[in-house]
Structures are given as structure tokens and as C-alpha cells.
């Protein structure tokens, strides 16, 4: 498989990418990697191979760029060259650490969407209690959006929990303000019923508080109710720890029971780590094309490089184009 990389997007760019990228190289013989960006920067997180190209440009989109006019205007940027890459047939996957609108369109423009694919979704794997994980879609991608986009949402989530986490049969879940059916606006109650008559594993309405217990697998919303989730579960996640390091360290005795349970609380912030979890799939687009988190650190990018290969090597892309296709043949 062959990787293009936007060696600069995000927060700590580009030594954290370039340092993920050697973890996914080591751990991967089959992986080879395009690094796009400032060549300089980049050779000095990284030595030559022959698994490694670099393509250089200094030019970046920045997080505060409008994504639409910075796609148009920075077509020699790191990442617009990434995706370009995908597009021309050199790369088969594209990641990047910054900003997501633009990651979203330039997907859009330069790779485009698959066939059948109303709205692409933007969905991160987020942390449950057991461990597993869940899929949400959408966290932003698409603030206004109708029953088939979030019907499609389904479709793809379904497919990338069978084939990249080997979940047989994903429960499928669609965001409410009860579990109760009939609850909600007219959207959710529009697409319960498209879910309800589906083939795919239905279990009804689920609620945000019970999103880390594991209550589904895949979970469906708009993407306005999705980033107010996903900031809402990252928002509280760094608060607890905070809270917790505070008070852990503000008596003698607090600090004894610290250094105790030390090993405890490191398996606990690894259970809830977003950087073992990868980054957040473009779902829709006619290629894997993955948001890394925009504070990765080379941990986090490196779980985003495998969720990469893992949507590659498994065909994800090609079996929704396929689901799809029955879902045609069924109507």
C-alpha cells in the first residue's frame, strides 16, 4: 500500500507526523509513505529509505484558511498535493492533521464522492467503557441533513465495523432524545423508520448518555448534534483527568494514594485515549481519506496510518459501492 501524508497540517507538524509514520513503517513491510510538505523540515524527523518519497512545498493550509477558497487558491499545498496524489492513481489512501474543512473539500473536489453517496460523513471511532468503540457519523460534515443521508451513514458504518473491526453483526443506533419509538424531530423519526425496515442490525433509538456504555456500535445523527457530542465527550474526558490530577496531588497523603494507584489510572487514560482509536474516516469518498486529531501526537498518528491501511486492505471503500448497488436493486 502507498500512503500520501500531509507532513503539515496540524498542531504539532511536522516532527509528530514524520514520527508516526516511522512507527507505521516499522510495523508495516508492505507500507511505503509520500510525505507532502516543507522537504527541510521533514528530513529532519526522518531518514532516507526507499519506502519513503518526498514531495516538497511550502506551501500549508492553515487552520484558520476558509476551507473552500483555500482548496481553490492553495492547489500546490501539503494537503491538496496529499489527495491529489489518490486521485492520480500514485497513492491509495491520504491523511492529514488539519483543517477539516478543507480535508473535507478538497476530498469533494479532487477525489470525489461514491456513486450513490448523497453527503461523505465525517466519523471518528470514540472510546466505550468495554473498550470497543463506536462509530458516529456524522460529527460535521453535513450540519443539514435528510433521512437518506443518514440512512447512507448506516450503510457505510455498517460495513466498516464488519470489515475493519470484525464485528459480525454492528448494532446500529440512531441518536435521540429518548429510546422510545416515535420520539424526536420529523428527521429521526423519518429514519427510523428507513432503519427499522433495513436488513442491517437495528436497535431502536439510543441516548448520549449512553453512548460510552456501548450501546451500539454504529450511531447515526446530523452532524450538528455529532460535534456537539463528540466536543462534549472530549470536553469532559480532559476536564476529569484534570480534575483528577488536582486533587490527587493537593494533600501528602493524596500523593501516596496516587503513586499507589498510578498503573490504574494509566489504564484507564489508555482506555479513553482518542489517539489509539485512529482518526476520523471521510466516509463517502471514492478512496480512504483520514482526519488525523489535530494535536496528534506520533501515537495517535500512527493508529490514524493504520486505520488507513486497515479501510485499504479490507476494500472498504469498494464493498459500500457494492452495498449500495443491492440497496439499488432492492428498491
Do not use: W
Not at 514531495?55 to 492553515?62: G, R
Amino acid at each position: 500500500m502507498k500512503l500520501a501524508v500531509d507532513a503539515m497540517g496540524g498542531d504539532n507538524a511536522p516532527e509528530s507526523i514524520v514520527k508516526g509514520c516511522e512507527i507505521a513503517l516499522e510495523e508495516y513491510d508492505d507500507l511505503n509513505i509520500i510525505l507532502v510538505g516543507n522537504e527541510a523540515e521533514i528530513t529532519k524527523h526522518i531518514q532516507a529509505s526507499e519506502r519513503v518519497e518526498i514531495i516538497h512545498t511550502e506551501v500549508t493550509i492553515e487552520g484558520e484558511d476558509s476551507p473552500v477558497r483555500a482548496v481553490r487558491r492553495k492547489r500546490d499545498s501539503s494537503m491538496v498535493l496529499a489527495i491529489q496524489q489518490v486521485k492520480d492513481g500514485k497513492a491509495d489512501a491520504a491523511i492529514s492533521a488539519g483543517n477539516t474543512g478543507a480535508l473535507m473539500t478538497a476530498g469533494l473536489l479532487v477525489v470525489g464522492r461514491i456513486k450513490g453517496i448523497e453527503r461523505p460523513a465525517l466519523s471518528p471511532m470514540l472510546p466505550t467503557l468495554g473498550g470497543e468503540g463506536f462509530l458516529l457519523l456524522d460529527v460535521g460534515a453535513n450540519m443539514d441533513s435528510k433521512a437518506s443521508h443518514l440512512f447512507q451513514y448506516a450503510v457505510m458504518g455498517d460495513v466498516y465495523m464488519k470489515k475493519v473491526r470484525k464485528v459480525d453483526k454492528p448494532r446500529i443506533g440512531l441518536l435521540n432524545v429518548g429510546t422510545e419509538a416515535g420520539k424526536g424531530t420529523e428527521l429521526t423519526k423519518e429514519v427510523f423508520d428507513l432503519l427499522q425496515n433495513s436488513s442491517m442490525n437495528f436497535v431502536g433509538n439510543v441516548e448520549a448518555r449512553d453512548l460510552l456504555e456501548g450501546v451500539a456500535d454504529v450511531v447515526v445523527c446530523d452532524g450538528f448534534s455529532g460535534n456537539l457530542v463528540l466536543k462534549s465527550i472530549e470536553g469532559t474526558a480532559l476536564s476529569l483527568f484534570s480534575i483528577l490530577k488536582k486533587e490527587l496531588t493537593s494533600t501528602f497523603t493524596n500523593k501516596l494514594a496516587a503513586g499507589i494507584l498510578k498503573p490504574a489510572f494509566k489504564r484507564v487514560k489508555l482506555q479513553m485515549d482518542y489517539s489509539e482509536y485512529g482518526g476520523a474516516g471521510l466516509f463517502g469518498l471514492n478512496a480512504p481519506v483520514i482526519k488525523a486529531h489535530g494535536s496528534s501526537n506520533e501515537r495517535a498518528f500512527f493508529s490514524a496510518i493504520r486505520q488507513a491501511k486497515m479501510m485499504h486492505d479490507e476494500k472498504v471503500v469498494p464493498t459500500i459501492q457494492n452495498e449500495l448497488k443491492e440497496e439499488d436493486k432492492q428498491e
